[in-house]
């Protein structure tokens, strides 16, 4: 994606009237959002007389935005000093006294019944909300104002209703903080917001004269009270109508929950550069990682080469795909060039944790500690500071001290949840967890959180019903369909722990889409202690042939060689010294099908599965294959007790059948 000079400039004045139009509503993370991508916009080459012919032509006031529609620019013109008296009060947080310049008490009480005014709703589940579900019963109508006007009185109230809710809220995870507290102005607002809507409609039923504003404003108030249905029609008709208002295009993303949902609603979106940049994150924030992402990311990032937004993005996109060198390097890039910004730095916290990056996570803490300890953000990266300190009580604290300043920080609450763990509080652990999902419903990590706790606990049910809603989500990670089989397996249900293990082989190997899990198994590549319980679910169901295979390519993961049988993975593996050269015709051909050569080496899971295939051979009475597996196990080093118990037994049936001495080489069981 390239833009040419006309477009580019078309494009810097609709982020300047973003940032302005914003502002004067007080949207302030929107604006900055605008702000940002505008800075990030390069400045196009011209001569100090261009520049100043250009600012002269193009100066214009920075504070009041011209409105394009004739009667809403008298209506501002005419109530300019209102409207700065009550944005000078929303801008010191005086809420109320905000919404009274242009709707007193007297008058609200007048559009919305007394018995609805400060009610808090009932409904839970989708559309049936109370918002939405009746009109005003007196008929008193709206001062004639304007829309601007309209829409910061509102919204005034509308904080002013979180200011409170936050107020009545009791201590984070104390005694009495059940997460129930509401917004007890919602219905106050989408009252007033529906006569409003009545009084504008055409005899077709048709809503007219809107500017996208209060549009977004009544999808706002609806998905806080979860009708998600009309939630979502109110918040695509206000970015058609102003499609610069990315908190609008933020409230639709936390409407959905599934990538099917996202392709779904694309169609009835306005196609441009925002909805590109909404669909990208949107992506992200459904854990997508494909190649489109990045093909589209880097098309944006031409367009805005510093965005601090995309670079985010970016290192999201890696975070995602599990390539944590180079997200974390994506990362310092952003905080070099950003060093004040602290938005998305949980994130970065995160990677310098799970790869135990100790003195960068103790700089970077020191960092948002110096430069606003009273932010979410540095909270939860000093909450993680401690957690790789092990002091797990200090990093509750912090946690707490993040939910505290914003109760909606899902990284907080999920991140104590697996401080809880730590601490074996499991009934803490779970009240996080589902505080966290409540939060946010695609959060796989709290989901997977519920389904650990739960297991425990030993109530192996809810923690499959767990395990599968994180899968569900991620569906291409190993891990959760990992945790899925486990499950199956403590429950006894081996035939669907099989496929859910199988799934997960699948979902961590590179294969041909369609192809049979037989046929891609050959070219795989697999977790040893997944083969391994394959295997045993296999024995236990009295399916030697299939246990026996699996085991055999348990052991093959050593060298990195599936496809190989049991006694060329055994011969390979006495040249394990080796195994990383090219040297040898097993490792060549290894290398021709485009395997990777370097295997895991002997773990416990590869060690188990030798002395059942050791133990099988008995049974089949292949005592030279025995043997000679119980001598690997004894260079091994694991379970070698047990090997030269195999090793005496073997040589005592071999002496008795008369099939003459042990084979040949060093005598392990007398070692």
């Known amino acids: 994606m390239s833009l040419n000079e006309r477009e580019r400039s078309q494009l810097r004045s609709a982020l300047q009237e973003a940032v302005i139009k914003c502002s004067e509503r007080c949207l302030y993370q929107s604006s900055k959002w605008a702000a940002e991508l505008l800075d990030a916009i390069p400045e196009p080459e011209t001569s100090p007389d261009d520049s100043r012919l250009s600012d002269v032509s193009s100066g214009y006031s920075t504070v009041i935005a011209p409105n394009p529609d004739p009667d809403e620019a008298i209506l501002e013109s005419k109530e300019l000093s209102k409207y700065l008296l009550a944005k000078s009060f929303f801008d010191c947080r005086e809420y109320d006294r905000c919404a009274a310049v242009f709707l007193p008490d007297s008058t609200l009480t007048g559009i919305i019944s007394p018995k609805d005014a400060g009610a808090t709703p009932k409904g839970k589940g989708k559309g049936k909300s109370a918002v939405g579900s009746s009109k005003p019963n007196n008929g008193q109508v709206i001062p004639k104002i304007s829309q601007r006007s309209l829409f910061l009185c509102l919204y005034a109230k509308f904080m002013s209703g979180e200011k409170r809710k936050d107020e009545d809220a009791e201590m984070v995870m104390g005694p009495q903080d059940l997460g129930t507290c509401k917004n007890k102005q919602l219905i106050t607002v989408s009252r007033v917001l529906e006569a409003w809507f009545e009084s504008h409609k055409t005899e077709d039923g048709e809503n007219v004269d809107g500017q996208g504003w209060l549009e977004y404003l009544y999808g706002m108030v609806l998905a806080k009270e979860k009708n998600e249905e009309l939630a979502l029609y109110w918040l695509v008709r206000s970015v058609h109508l102003f499609p610069m208002n990315w908190g609008c295009w933020l409230e639709i993303t936390s409407l959905i929950t599934r990538v099917d949902d996202l392709n779904r609603i694309m169609a009835r979106l306005p196609q441009n550069i925002v909805s590109f940049m909404f669909h990208i994150y949107t992506s992200l924030e459904l854990y997508q990682h494909d190649a489109n992402l990045a093909s589209s990311l880097d098309q944006l990032t031409n367009i805005f080469p510093s965005s601090s937004f995309l670079l985010t993005c970016n290192a999201l996109l890696l975070y995602h795909a599990k390539d944590l060198v180079a997200a974390e390097q994506s990362f310092s890039q952003l905080l070099a060039i950003h060093p004040r910004r602290l938005d998305s730095l949980d994130h970065y916290s995160n990677i310098l944790y799970v790869m135990n990056a100790r003195p960068k996570l103790a700089f970077l803490a020191h960092l948002c500690s110096n430069l606003d300890k009273f932010r979410p953000e540095s909270c939860v990266v000093i909450g ?37 763990v730590e601490l074996k509080n499991t009934h803490a652990a779970i009240e996080s967890y589902r505080r966290a999902v409540d939060v946010n419903r695609r959060d796989y990590r709290a989901w997977y959180g519920l389904g650990q ?13 767990y395990y599968k809603k994180a899968a569900g989500l991620r569906p291409w990670d190993g891990k959760m369909w990992m945790a899925v089989g486990s499950c199956l397996q403590r429950m006894g249900r081996n035939q669907d722990g099989i496929k859910a293990l199988k799934r997960a082989l699948q979902a961590d190997s590179y294969y041909e889409i369609g192809s049979s899990f037989e046929s891609a198994a050959d070219n795989m590549r697999g977790d040893p202690e997944i083969l391994l319980q394959i295997a045993g679910m296999y024995d236990n169901l009295g399916e030697i042939d299939n246990a026996k295979a699996y085991m055999e390519m348990c052991v093959a993961q050593e060298v990195g060689l599936p496809g190989e049988s049991q006694g060329e993975s055994i011969a390979i593996h006495h040249d394990s010294p080796d195994r990383g050269s090219d040297d040898g015709g097993d490792a060549g051909d290894g290398g021709d099908r485009g395997v990777n050569s370097e295997g895991t080496g002997v773990t416990a899971a590869t060690s188990k599965a030798r002395m059942w295939l050791a133990r099988f051979a008995m049974r089949t009475e292949d005592y030279t294959t025995a043997s000679r597996l119980a001598n690997e196990l004894c260079q091994d080093g694991v379970e070698v007790e047990e090997a030269k118990a195999l090793i005496r037994e073997v040589r005592s049936r071999m002496e008795s059948a008369g099939e003459g001495s042990a084979p040949r080489g060093r005598d392990y069981s007398v070692v």
């Open 384 to 420: 993680n500071y401690y957690s790789l300190l092990s002091l797990h009580e200090k990093a509750v604290q912090y946690f707490r001290r993040a939910l505290t300043l914003d109760r909606s920080c899902l990284s907080a609450w999920t991140l104590m949840g697996h401080e809880y």
């Open 453 to 465: 706790t739960y297991e425990v606990l030993e109530m192996h049910t809810y923690a499959l019903w």
